[in-house]
């Protein structure tokens, strides 16, 4: 149980922001049941190697395996939902004038809780692209639109006929260009940076908490256990998203 104090402290630091930049990892989607890359390699994707299934030239060398793997993964996700934690995150644009959302997390359920403004950094499993983005990065392909034999693997681009990829982003590539920047600038501007569900080890993540504190914005991280930016956060709250920031979200609306 997390001391009430520390609920009202970040619920205080949220009341006051005009501008707050909410960070969210993978701990989010996974009480939402979302199984983690290493995870869904089970059944009969145990023996494959990762770098086979999410690498261009694991694509390239197999595209209709690759294909299928990420066919099954979107498939799964539609029998989750978006939890609490997701819902309260779509919650604060009620009380709080901006909100992005940036996420490590490619499932797409922020948007399905209503967050309206979501900076998805590894990508969205439900896009796609052309592998040689022929009309610049990224070349979004809308495949309802396209018509292509199934079990020969991926539809060809409709501009130049490269492959068609998922949107997200694989071992070894870039984020989408200008993702960094803007995620790092969005941080300079924010009053709270909330952080969620991420150990916060790889970037951006591990370096937007000192750079929000360096522009004066208070952290808030709510993680089940402490994480590698806990000690650079003004509030630590231990839980599970979907228990705590609910909790965070009732106190900004209690009457004083
Ligand atoms: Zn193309």
């Known amino acids: 149980m997390i001391e009430i104090t520390r609920i009202q402290q970040a619920a205080e630091y949220l009341r006051a922001a005009q501008r707050v930049v909410v960070f969210t990892g993978a701990g989010v989607s996974r009480e939402s049941g979302v199984p983690t890359f290493r995870d869904a390699l089970t059944g009969l994707w145990a023996n494959y190697d990762p770098h086979k299934l999410a690498t261009v030239a694991g694509f390239r060398a197999n595209p209709k395996l690759v294909w299928d793997w990420y066919a099954e993964r979107q498939a799964q996700l539609r029998t989750v939902t978006p939890n609490a934690g997701h819902d309260a995150i779509a919650a604060l644009e009620k009380s709080i004038p901006s909100v992005t959302v940036m996420t490590q997390n490619i499932d797409g359920l922020h948007e399905r809780a209503g967050s309206t403004d979501v900076i998805a950094l590894h990508g969205d499993i439900t896009r796609y692209k052309c592998l040689a983005d022929c009309q610049g990065n990224p070349t979004e392909v809308v495949i ?33 260009p200008g993702t960094f920047e803007r995620a790092v600038a969005l941080t300079e501007a924010a009053d709270v940076l909330l952080v969620v569900g991420t150990s916060g080890e790889v970037q951006p993540a591990a370096s937007l908490p000192s750079i929000a504190r360096q522009h004066g914005a208070k952290v808030i991280e709510v993680n089940p256990h402490p994480s590698a930016l806990s000690r650079r956060a003004h509030v630590f709250l231990q839980g599970p998203s979907g228990e705590v920031l609910p909790q965070i979200v009732a106190a900004m609306h209690a009457t004083e």
Do not use: K, S, T, Y
């Open 144 to 176: 309802e639109d396209l018509v292509w034999d199934r079990e020969q693997g991926p539809p060809a681009c409709p501009h130049c006929g490269a492959w068609v990829r998922p949107a997200v982003v694989w071992f070894g590539e870039m984020l989408p």
